[in-house]
């Protein structure tokens, strides 16, 4: 079904959320077609490290809790799961992970049951895609009846946005997602990755939390924007496809939906998308003044040999900030390739794959993006003001 259901809903009140999630699943023929009573539903949340719900970071708490005590109202039975990126010692940070964005509070106080894929064990899935390895994924995806992914409205130093395609990618347990941004640090190879894994396990729904987004260079170290949004859909790519456009952005223009254009993962085209809720195509909401990845460069024009130029021109790359690290170490061990120096923090851009891992999980916002010319640098302050 290509339709895109857009809710107004400017907080993070239990009662509006419930009002507004149950008022939009009604546009797609109600709950009924998608769970029953005595249905275990798995809540796959975006819960990229352990920062708060507040942080505009994660999918909020409170959202998460509106739609466990909905699915409990109707006799399921709740799981809430996902992987956190990165390392710190050697290990995953998703338990702790869990602690601080507060879901295993909402899991003791609404009786859900809190599913670390760190954990739970895996199964095997066979790409059709570029990479023929065998793929796996988190058992919860498969044992659960359904399964409902909850992304964040967020933006993406790395691949400019991330939604509902993209957070599937935390179906791969632990520290095996560093090895998929390895072997495929092209944005199109990312993209079919993530192509991959929508293949090998069935969503049912993507209830996106776009209350409060996050802008500028997320999927961490941005800002909180209030979007008022709650998007709902069963096609994933047609949900982003109308966040995307909503951020002043087309779809084209990001190559990790190369591969879910091509492989018909969902609809795309926006003229073929229904929307309905609180908006239509023809009042399709912009939000005004919302600040895109520092690496976006528009490539509506990509084949113009001057527009490539800019873009190179205003390239950037990560910089770790030393006055802002606690040493943690994550941007080391979280590296796919290691090029990070354990002692000094100084990043070999030799080598450096620029999937910028270390920026994206880094928690205290240590690791900056720095134009890499120096007069794109004092050319982006001065359109700054």
């Given at each position: ?236 790519l047609a949900l982003d496809t109308v966040a995307i456009k909503m951020l002043g952005m087309d779809i084209e223009e990001i190559d990790i939906f190369t591969s879910a254009r091509k492989r018909n993962l969902g609809q795309w085209n926006l ?115």
């Amino acid at each position: 079904m290509n339709k895109v259901i857009i809710q107004e809903c400017t907080d993070y009140s239990i009662e509006n959320i419930m009002n507004k999630i149950n008022n939009g699943m009604d546009k797609l023929g109600g709950w009924g077609n998608f769970v029953r009573p005595g249905d275990t539903v798995l809540l796959k949340a975006n819960l990229i490290g352990p920062k708060s719900s507040d942080s505009a970071a994660v999918t909020h708490s409170e959202f998460i809790r509106s739609l466990t005590r909905i699915l409990k109202n109707m006799g399921c039975t709740v799981w809430i799961g996902d992987s956190s990126g990165g390392a710190i010692a050697g290990i995953s940070p998703t338990a702790q992970s869990f602690k601080v964005a507060g879901y295993q509070k909402v899991a003791e106080e609404e009786v859900a049951i809190i599913k670390n894929f760190d954990k739970e064990g895996v199964f095997e899935v066979q790409p059709k895609g570029k990479f023929k390895d065998k793929m796996y994924l988190a058992k919860p995806l498969i044992q659960a009846d359904v399964v409902i992914n909850v992304p964040k409205l967020k933006t993406h130093s790395a691949t400019i946005y991330t939604g509902a395609v993209k957070n599937v990618f935390g179906c791969i347990p632990g520290l095996r997602k560093g090895m998929y941004h390895k072997i495929a640090p092209d944005k199109e190879d990312f993209g079919e990755i993530l192509t991959d894994i929508h293949e090998g396990a069935k969503f049912h729904l993507h209830i996106m939390d776009g209350i409060v987004s996050m802008e500028g260079d997320g999927p961490t170290a941005g800002s909180p924007y209030h979007a008022n949004k709650i998007l709902i859909s069963t096609d994933p790519l047609a949900l982003d496809t109308v966040a995307i456009k909503m951020l002043g952005m087309d779809i084209e223009e990001i190559d990790i939906f190369t591969s879910a254009r091509k492989r018909n993962l969902g609809q795309w085209n926006l003229d073929k998308i229904t929307i309905d809720g609180d908006y239509n195509y023809k009042s399709l909401p912009v939000l005004n003044n919302y600040k895109l990845p520092k690496r976006y460069k528009s490539t509506k024009t990509r084949n113009s040999k001057a527009v490539i130029r800019v873009v190179d021109f205003f390239k950037t790359r990560p910089v770790i900030n030393m006055k802002k690290c606690k040493a943690c170490n994550i941007c080391v061990e979280s590296c796919p390739i290691k090029v990070i120096d354990i002692k000094t923090k100084k990043i070999d851009y030799d080598q450096c794959i620029e999937c910028m891992c270390c920026h994206e999980l880094c928690m205290h916002k240590a690791v900056e993006l720095k134009s890499d010319n120096a007069l794109a640098g004092i050319i982006s302050k001065l359109s700054a003001r």
